[in-house]
């Protein structure tokens, strides 16, 4: 008998359990999402775009070179080493080295460039060569070739076939026993194939030069009597050949005549 109501006692029990149990034996009500970030929603911008490499400074812009003329006359005078007169001075001369100078100048030529050349004169001419050749090259008129008479080894022929503007050669006048100004330093030979030195019958010893012989002559270098390069000659004290009586140096220009 007590037994049976323990039994019953204990199935009470667990029959108020059930009814009257806790909280938690409920089911739990479904999860909510959390709400999305602000920041997820809002639109990303495209990255910004990387320079290339090498590229970020901009090379500058190149100027365009100023247009540009031929370069104005210079020259330079100087003593002349012993050894660059190699064949054109020797002891006996008239004038002694000391008293030569090295005259350095650009001159125009008839390819219509400028160029270097070179020659060998007293020194108390040495100012009016440059005062002159100063003018010619200003006014474009052409020179062939100025090169020292050493080049052609004192040869005063060679030198003229070659058509060479020189000036210092110690030697005699032509057909003469006497010195050639030349020997003095105070005589210049100008393009002589263009200006032949012609003898009182008419006649040039130098093939490329006859087609020369008369003037007035119209052609690139040619001089002619009362011409700008006479004048300018001639307002330094310098005489031409061309105006000699017999024969004519239509090339020659001396300081003190002969």
Known sequence: MTRTRAVLAVSAGCLFAAACGPATSHPAPPATAAPASATASSPVPPPSPTPPTG??????????????????FSATI?????????????????????????VTMT????DDKP???????????????VSIFGRLYDWRWPIHKMELVDVYKGSDFESIDADNTSAFNCRPATGSSSWSQHAYGRAIDINPRENPYVSSDGSVAHANARKFARRPV????VINPDDRVVRAFERAGWEWGGYWSG???????SKSGG
């Open 55 to 72: 590229s970020a400074t901009p090379e500058p812009a190149t100027a365009t070179p100023a247009p540009t003329g031929p370069p104005k």
């Open 107 to 110: 001159y125009w030529g008839f």
């Open 78 to 102: 100087s003593r002349v080493a012993r050894d660059r007169l190699k064949y054109s001075w020797r002891p006996g001369c008239p004038v002694p080295v000391r008293d030569l100078r090295l």
């Open 115 to 129: 160029h270097t050349g070179e020659l060998v004169v007293h020194r108390d001419a040495a100012q009016d060569i």
């Open 218 to 221: 119209k052609a690139p270098g």
């Open 247 to 253: 024969i004519k140096d239509y090339q020659h220009f």
